[in-house]
Nanobody, 127 residues
Framework: QVQLVESGGGLVQAGGSLRLSCAASGRTFSRYHMGWFRQAPGKEREFVAAISWSGTDTYYADSVTGRFTISRDNAKNTAYLQMNSLKAEDTAVYYC????????????????????WGQGTQVTVSS
């Protein structure tokens, strides 16, 4: 089992940037595909971005394409989400999630595709 801890959230003005980190422990990080999701008050948790174990394949929600970048450093057991040009509608709790590579890449854009989740970090964008 892998444990995930997010960090890097905070309050930022619209147009600003933040970088979220997701530190993994417990199992070999490179055996997991990683995803970022977010949940705004009163809304369902939604997909933001995902990255394959090697970093070769990345996936983005339409709403963040061109503004957010997902990456990973397997030597540091950490995944990142660089968020630029932030908007008020990006305000949410951001969660990282992990999926074993043995399960393949189908379903990486769905919450049901990930058995392991972090506790979340709050991102608030003021307009």
């Amino acid at each position: 089992q892998v444990q995930l801890v997010e960090s890097g959230g905070g309050l930022v003005q619209a147009g600003g940037s933040l970088r979220l980190s997701c530190a993994a422990s417990g199992r070999t990080f490179s055996r997991y595909h990683m995803g970022w999701f977010r949940q705004a008050p009163g809304k369902e948790r939604e997909f933001v971005a995902a990255i394959s174990w090697s970093g070769t394949d990345t996936y983005y929600a339409d709403s963040v394409t061109g503004r957010f970048t997902i990456s990973r450093d397997n030597a540091k057991n950490t995944a990142y989400l660089q968020m630029n040009s932030l908007k008020a509608e990006d305000t949410a709790v951001y969660y990282c999630a992990a999926r074993a590579t043995i399960a393949g890449q189908a379903g990486l854009t769905s919450t049901s595709g990930y058995p392991y989740w972090g506790q979340g970090t709050q991102v608030t964008v003021s307009s």
